[in-house]
Each structure stands twice: as structure tokens, then as C-alpha cells.
């Protein structure tokens, strides 16, 4: 069974900085591409960033680059998210993705998510 | 990166069908068939629905399909029951290579 469990969110102040991780299970990690989405209470949901099996193909969305760093460590099948430069606009559920097919970039479509971890950002 | 197109809210009634559509640009929905979408129950994670367009993954009823023409891609839900109310969520990869979200469509029985 696959399984994705998302942990380290929590309340930080502006301008602070936070790691998110997610471990996974029931597949094998280093043939997928994984990503981070995110969903701000009460509103849509918003693609954060993604990275491929072997991390040599990222992207971010413009609202978080250059301030937030993904990564992956295949051989402990866990995803990072380290975002710095925290604002009150990133407070949001965050879920941690994997994608449907295997390949070298995958299908950009997700096909399981954990539950997400609450990045809360406020003084 | 602008969302997606979607229609705020659809409505049906039981057995019938509905056509939710998402609207992109040629550099996301026009210009790939990487075009999914996800149901999202309220307090649940969102859950894959169709995925390159058109397909559907497995334990997914064949109720649930999806199509795409030019800059439109559309999902259509036959035979609606009620436990299909739920948020709808379009989203495309883009020529950045980012992902991008539609701004999501609450389907109402």
C-alpha cells in the first residue's frame, strides 16, 4: 500500500525558516517523480514545486522561487521541503505528491498524496 | 503562471451529466497532454481522476471522463450520484515546466 506522511509543520514567524519532509512507502521511491502542493485554508490548490527520480529536473512555482529548496534522498525514501524567507501568503496545508508514471519527468499528473502538514506563518 | 479557467459551481441531478471545463493557454493545456484532474472531498485530500487527458486510473468508475480541444480541456461526469459533489480540480503541465492549477469548480447535486 502506498503511503505518504507528511511531518515539521507548525507556526513560524515571518521571515523564518522551515523543513517539511515526507516519507513514503509501498512503491519504489527512486522511479517517481515527486512533488510539493500546497492549499491555503479555504482556497484552491496550488503546485509549490517538483522534482524527478534523480533530482536532476526541478521547477517552482514563481511564488516560491528562490526561497523555498526541494530534495530528495532516495536512499531513505523521503522528500524535503526547506523554505526560508517565510511570508503569511505561504501559510497553507502542504502535501507532498507522487507522480502516476515513471520516467525521466514522469506524467506531472499525481496519483497519491498523504495528508499534508499545516505551515501556519504569523507574529 | 495563471490559474486555469474553471467555472466557480456546476449542478445536476442525479443521472445526469455535467461538463466541467478548464481553459489554459497554447504554453499549458493546448501545448501538452499533461492534463489531469483531481476530486477533492471538504477536510480530504484530492483524489486523481483522469490524468494525460483522457485516462483514467484504475478503481477510477468509467463514469468520470476527460477530453481537450485547442486550449479547452473538459471532464464529464455521467450518471451523477451523490457522493460525486465534491470540489473538481483541473490542472496542466506548462512550458516552463511548472504545473499549473485551475482555480477549482464545486460540483453541487
Known amino acids: 500500500e502506498v503511503q505518504l506522511v507528511e511531518s515539521g509543520g507548525g507556526l513560524v514567524q515571518p521571515g523564518r525558516s522551515l523543513r517539511i519532509s515526507c516519507a513514503a512507502s509501498g512503491f519504489t521511491f527512486d522511479e517517481y517523480a515527486m512533488y510539493w502542493v500546497r492549499q491555503a485554508p479555504g482556497k484552491g490548490l496550488e503546485w509549490v514545486t517538483g522534482s524527478s527520480w534523480n533530482s536532476g529536473t526541478i521547477g517552482y512555482a514563481d511564488s516560491v522561487k528562490g526561497r523555498f529548496t526541494i530534495s530528495r534522498d532516495n536512499a531513505k525514501n523521503s522528500l524535503y521541503l526547506q523554505m526560508n524567507s517565510l511570508r503569511p501568503e505561504d501559510t497553507a496545508l502542504y502535501y507532498c505528491?507522487?507522480?502516476?508514471?515513471?520516467?525521466?519527468?514522469?506524467?506531472?499528473?499525481?496519483?497519491?498524496w498523504g495528508q499534508g502538514t499545516l505551515v501556519t506563518v504569523s507574529s | 503562471q495563471s490559474a486555469l479557467t474553471q467555472p466557480a459551481s456546476v449542478s445536476g441531478s442525479p443521472g445526469q451529466s455535467i461538463t466541467i471545463s478548464c481553459t489554459g493557454t497554447?504554453?499549458?493545456?493546448?501545448?501538452?497532454?499533461?492534463v489531469s484532474w483531481y476530486q477533492q472531498h471538504p477536510g480530504k485530500a484530492p483524489k486523481l481522476m483522469i490524468y494525460d487527458v483522457s485516462y483514467r486510473p484504475s478503481g477510477v468508475s468509467n463514469r468520470f471522463s476527460g477530453s481537450k480541444s485547442g486550449n479547452t480541456a473538459s471532464l464529464t461526469i455521467s450518471g451523477l450520484q451523490a457522493e460525486d459533489e465534491a470540489n473538481y480540480y483541473c490542472?496542466?503541465?506548462?512550458?516552463?515546466?511548472?504545473?499549473?492549477f485551475g482555480g477549482g469548480t464545486k460540483l453541487t447535486i
Open positions: 490542472s496542466s503541465y506548462t512550458s516552463i515546466s511548472t504545473v499549473v
Open positions: 505528491a507522487k507522480d502516476a508514471t515513471t520516467g525521466d519527468s514522469g506524467s506531472y499528473s499525481f496519483d497519491y
Open positions: 497554447s504554453s499549458d493545456v493546448g501545448g501538452y497532454n499533461y
